[in-house]
């Protein structure tokens, strides 16, 4: 029976393992090997699969042996056909390398000949890993070695057969653990296998894939630590814990620590300081070694030459060096010479500026005398001749009213005696004015213009 568009496998997210690359290297296959939306296992793969178990993918993603997610949808061409190949296809867009935080509870485990600590690259594994996974080593019994982050994959130049993958511990302590298969339940932890029924269909089928699923601890219950730690997390954790440098005078001292009190706990606290004590212990044997070797090949002739060599060096540089300073010194000299007669001609200047500034302030005390002195005298002037105007005016008046009268008889003997009275009062009546006085605001203005006046009369 043809598959429906309702089949369950389109609403579900699975890892998946690249099996090859055909077509010209465009087109290929992969198989589903874990439902990650459920967090198990894919039990049947050749009866939910119609491809023999397999994803037709029709464009190159990732290479061979590659671990990618992906979405299964149905494909358009074959959907009213029987079982056949190419039925499945990937959702489009949904094809994605997992991140750790997707796979946080799916782990694989790799079986490998034997597990080498210090040896930090597994040669030739017959398959990839989770970005966190953990070590089946073949060697003890199959114990379980983890949790360990899979640092780099490298692959031969020539295709993509899979040479080594780097690792170090996934803890930042650089501790691993060491445990059996029968730990596993009691830590949650469950040990879940991929098995296609016909392994003969690929090379990537010819083994199992095995799946450590559940959540991982800081610690495994059953289990023993294990000391992963790279060399440069050892000295941070030496340099933390002593809080000091190492020089070589306490070499002696890091040596005893494993025998104090303390150590043991955690338990992987004795096992790291006898990893120090030994680095150390053969570090001190190395620099002596280097030191006899060295003063043996001084006295050879090979020895002696080189050293004579790198004296004549010591001494051309030495040289260089003196010539160099001799140069700045010079250099340093002229410039000093150069700021020093800047200095003096500002000073000069300065002077300069001064005395020019003392006398635009005495040109400008002097400006400001006379100023006052000509305010003065032209005050002066200007009442005198106020003083002169008035004291002429009413005779000035009394002549103009004279001029113009007409002749008139002679008085008689009372009005020469009544204007003899009046006379004696001196009573002046103004004349009326030929024109309007001008408004003027200057007295000094208003005298000029006066004085014009009374010359046209």
């Not at 190419?86 to 034997?114: D, K, M, Q, W």
């Not at 970005?131 to 199959?142: C, H, M």
């Not at 029924?197 to 450590?212: G, K, S, V, Y």
């Not at 009213?401 to 008689?412: D, I, L, M, V």
Request: aromatic letters at 6%; hydrophobic letters at 40%.
């Amino acid at each position: 029976m043809p598959l429906k568009t309702e089949d369950p496998q389109t609403q579900e997210t699975y890892l998946c393992v690249v099996s090859e690359w055909q077509g010209g290297k465009n087109s290929g296959n992969c198989y589903p090997v874990f439902v990650l939306s459920k967090g198990r296992i894919l039990k049947e793969p050749d009866s939910q699969f119609p491809n023999a178990g397999a994803v037709f993918l029709p464009s190159r993603r990732g290479k061979v042996f590659d671990l990618i997610s992906l979405r299964p949808v149905l494909n358009p061409t074959y959907k009213d056909q029987n079982y056949r190949d190419c039925y499945f296809v990937p959702l489009v867009n949904s094809i994605h390398y997992p991140t750790r935080e997707e796979l946080l509870g799916v782990h694989t485990v790799l079986a490998v000949p034997s597990f080498d600590p210090d040896v930090r690259q597994i040669p030739h594994p017959a398959q990839l890993v989770t970005p966190v996974f953990f070590v089946r080593d073949l060697s003890k019994g199959g114990r379980l070695i983890g949790p360990l982050r899979c640092v780099e994959v490298r692959r031969s130049s020539l295709g993509e057969t899979v040479e080594w993958i780097a690792w170090r511990a996934e803890s930042d302590e650089g501790l691993a653990w060491t445990f059996p298969e029968s730990a596993l339940g009691s830590n949650g932890l469950k040990l879940e296998v991929y098995q296609h029924p016909r392994p003969d269909l690929n090379d990537i089928l010819a083994r199992p894939f095995e799946f450590l699923v559940g959540k991982l601890g800081e610690g495994i219950a059953g289990g023993e630590p294990l000391d992963l730690a790279a060399a440069e997390d050892l000295v941070r954790f030496y340099q933390r814990v002593g809080g000091i440098a190492i020089p070589q005078e306490l070499t002696s001292a890091l040596a005893s620590i494993p025998s104090r009190e303390g150590t043991e706990r955690p338990a992987y606290l004795r096992s790291r300081f006898d990893r120090l004590r030994r680095l150390l212990t053969n570090a001190a044997q190395l620099e002596d070694e280097r030191r006899r070797i060295a003063g043996e090949f001084l006295k050879t002739e090979q020895g002696k030459l080189q050293v004579s060599a790198l004296i004549a060096q010591a001494k051309e540089e030495a040289r260089v060096a003196v010539r160099t300073e001799l140069n700045v010194e010079g250099e340093r000299r002229r410039l000093q010479a150069e700021l020093d007669a800047l200095a003096a001609r500002k000073a000069a200047l300065e002077a300069e500026l001064a005395a020019e500034k003392g006398r635009r302030e005495k040109d400008l005390e002097s400006l400001e005398s006379t100023i006052s002195e000509l305010k003065g005298a032209a005050g002066l002037e200007a009442e005198s001749l106020r003083k002169r105007v008035f004291e002429a005016l009413p005779g000035l008046v009394a002549i103009s009213a004279g001029a113009a009268a007409p002749e008139a008889r002679a008085p008689s003997s009372e009005a020469a005696e009544d204007r003899a009275q009046r006379s004696s009062g001196v009573e002046i009546r103004p004349l009326p004015a030929p024109r309007p006085f001008r408004q003027v605001e200057d007295e000094a203005l208003y005298v000029r213009w006066l004085r014009d006046e009374l010359a046209r009369t």
